[in-house]
């Protein structure tokens, strides 16, 4: 079971980019990567899903090491709307059992 | 498009009653979940279903039920309300489970009290 560890909170402001970094340190050779946000009193939005290298769609960008031990979530120029819980998930396929979101990380972005 | 829906939205129900939360999704997904959050908390997965007629537990599925009679549903059952189960309930759907087919989509939630 992959566990993963976040940061618990990080700041920011309008326009900067926001890098966030989950840990997977015991990371399996079929597990893939996937990021969430929630905003208060909603349910949790996928973000962005990768196994490998790097992955862009419109809203971010996903960074995996070689090692796969780590993930980076990179949201670029960030504004008030960012504002939001971002939860790492790493899970192997056909294994509902081990999806885990954590405590997440608590983005503010400031003015 | 509906997505997923999700009724009752809010519910306050003594402690003893029988209460079934409802999970609908129009999206034909094979996989459904049901999950809590607690306040300040992540989501913790209760019961899953990879296909309609098959079920497994999560990481906290006592004290919980659910059936998987066809593709669109996926009620969730309490037989017996006990006040720890006054969480917020998020219903997902997905086309697969895990790996690749990890983007769930979630229901807007409902938030159980038990009192």
């Known amino acids: 079971l992959a566990k993963t560890t976040q940061p618990i909170s990080m700041d920011s402001y309008e326009g900067q980019e926001v890098n966030i970094t989950c840990s997977h340190n015991?990371?399996?050779?079929?597990?893939?990567i996937t990021w969430y946000q929630q905003f208060p009193s909603q349910g949790p939005r996928f973000i962005i899903q990768?196994?490998?290298t790097k992955v862009t769609n419109e809203v971010a960008s996903l960074f995996i090491p070689a090692d796969r031990k780590s993930s980076t979530l990179s949201l670029p120029r960030v504004s008030l709307s960012d504002t939001a819980v971002y939860y790492c998930?790493?899970?192997?396929?056909?294994?509902?059992?081990?999806?885990?979101f954590g405590s997440g990380t608590q983005l503010t972005v400031l003015p | 498009i509906a997505g997923i829906t999700q009724a009752p939205t809010s519910q306050i129900l003594a402690a003893g009653r029988r209460m079934t939360l409802r999970c609908t999704q129009d999206?034909?997904?094979?996989?459904m979940y049901w999950y809590r959050q607690d306040l300040g908390l992540g989501l913790r997965l209760i019961h899953y279903?990879?296909?309609?007629?098959?079920?497994g537990k999560g990481e906290v599925p006592d004290g919980y039920s659910v059936s998987r009679a066809n593709t669109d549903d996926f009620p969730l059952t309490l037989a017996s309300a006990v006040p720890s189960q006054t969480s917020v309930y998020f219903c997902?759907?997905?086309?697969?489970?895990?790996?690749?087919?990890?983007?769930?989509?979630f229901g807007p939630g409902t938030r159980l009290t038990v009192l």
């Open positions: 999206m034909r997904h094979n996989a």
């Open positions: 998930l790493v899970a192997p396929p056909g294994s509902a059992r081990q999806l885990t």
């Open positions: 015991n990371i399996a050779t079929n597990d893939y």
């Open positions: 279903s990879n296909t309609a007629g098959t079920t």
């Open positions: 990768g196994y490998k």
């Open positions: 997902a759907s997905s086309v697969g489970i895990g790996g690749a087919y990890n983007e769930q989509f």
